[in-house]
């Protein structure tokens, strides 16, 4: 993805009885890098996110740094039980993943369960400017009935 190009769209798509699922190319394009790698994240209950694995593995090492930075100067001494939780879902939140014929997932353990999506079911994949993401239809539907009333508002603020 070139610098400025937003990925936007949603498209229905469904997950074939091994767990994969076909992605448009625009979105394949915009997520995988030269080796065909992507990254897959666990975002929120019924929601997985796609990123190129250079832009994941930079927001990862600029928030690893800060907070190492704040343990070397002991600044999370009474934080140390976050700092763990922190770590725990780090260890567990993301993998690299291959796409096959640069547009295909394969939906790895783990993150099946967290997407709540079972074989042969209708999942949306969705831009989300800076990745892709793949809903839980229902998930997906409860989170627009959720932020649809503040477009207006946050659209404005983030322009203005």
Known sequence: ????????GEHKRTLDDRFRLSLPPEFAAAVTDASGETIVAKERYGCLSLWKAADWQQRLDD?????????????MEQRWDEVQ????????????????????LLIPEGFREFLNVDR????MVVGAVICIEIWNPQAWMEQLREDMPAFGSLFKELSG
């Open 1 to 8: 993805m070139s610098p400025g190009t937003f990925i936007t």
């Open 63 to 75: 928030g690893v740094s800060l907070i190492r930075d704040k343990i070397v100067k002991g600044r």
């Open 85 to 104: 939780r922190l770590g725990r879902l780090l260890s567990t939140r993301s993998a690299s993943v291959k796409l096959a014929n640069r547009s295909r």
């Open 120 to 123: 042969n079911q209708d999942v």
